[in-house]
Each structure stands twice: as structure tokens, then as C-alpha cells.
């Protein structure tokens, strides 16, 4: 079994709703991400050590790709047959997730990097860990009016 491996996603049905974003994987099943997210600006910081996971949607939010970035513990045909894509990063390593959509890791977290002008649809991050998770859509600086904190 290999140390690491980058899992390519697949694009699943997306459903933004009132109480949060809903992805349903290729095999039936749906995960929700709960809350709506609150509005960053680019380039978003997580928190350290959480799980991230960043979903890219297409114009309409119908549809998009769900990536899970430097998740070690689920195994390659989970994610496979989910449709899930996994991208893994050493400290300071920088890669495209989506085009206009790139991460880094750095220090025990991860930033997402967006070029608006080569997105067409919208980009969510959800944090996860054993205290809770954390729903943010990364959205231009200028389109915040003062109501986002950039993750920092």
C-alpha cells in the first residue's frame, strides 16, 4: 500500500440549501455540511490541523468537485467509488486543486488561494475536527463590505 496518493475527484450533485451544502457521492449517499458558510476573502487560512475539505461548484451550484486535502486516514477505493478527490501536500508545497483554485500547506494548515477571474463557480472550505467544523465561502475581498475575516 502506497504512503501517499492524490485521488482525482469526480464532479457530484451539490445542493446549497437554507441550513447548508449537501454533496451527494457517486455511489447514493449524501454528506451535509452543516451551517451556512460564513464569506472569506482569498487566500483563505484554516485552522491548524483540521480536516479540509474544498468544494469547487460549477455556475449554477449544481454541481462540483469535493476534494479532501491531506487526508491520510481514508483509503484510496473509498474515495474512488465516492467520486471524492484527495490532493496530499508536504509542508510548503503549493499545487492546483481546481484551475483558478490552489492550496498550500503550511504549518499545520492549509490555504486556499482563488482567482475569481478563472472561476466560474464558487468555492466552499469546511473544516472538520472532533470539536466541530466550520463552513466558509471564499469570495472576492471587495465583495465582503467588512463582514469577513479572511480566515485569519
Do not use: I
Not at 482563488?114 to 475536527?129: I, K, P, S, T
Request: net charge negative.
Amino acid at each position: 500500500m502506497r504512503d501517499r496518493s492524490d485521488v482525482p475527484p469526480t464532479t457530484l450533485s451539490v445542493d446549497l440549501r437554507d441550513g447548508g451544502v449537501a454533496v451527494e457521492y457517486l455511489d447514493g449517499r449524501e454528506v451535509f455540511y452543516h451551517g451556512v458558510p460564513d464569506r472569506a476573502a482569498s487566500p483563505l487560512r484554516t485552522a491548524p490541523e483540521v480536516e479540509v475539505h474544498v468544494l469547487v461548484t460549477d455556475a449554477d451550484g449544481t454541481g462540483g468537485v469535493l476534494t479532501y486535502v491531506n487526508d491520510r486516514r481514508t483509503h484510496d477505493d473509498v474515495l474512488e467509488s465516492t467520486g471524492v478527490g484527495r490532493l496530499l501536500l508536504a509542508d510548503g508545497e503549493r499545487e492546483r486543486l481546481f484551475p483558478g483554485v490552489a492550496v498550500r500547506a503550511r504549518e499545520h494548515r492549509v490555504l486556499v488561494d482563488v482567482d475569481f477571474d478563472a472561476v466560474d463557480g464558487r468555492v466552499f472550505v469546511f473544516e472538520e475536527n472532533e470539536l466541530g467544523e466550520r463552513a466558509r465561502e471564499v469570495v472576492p475581498g471587495d465583495a465582503l463590505d467588512g463582514d469577513g475575516d479572511g480566515g485569519r
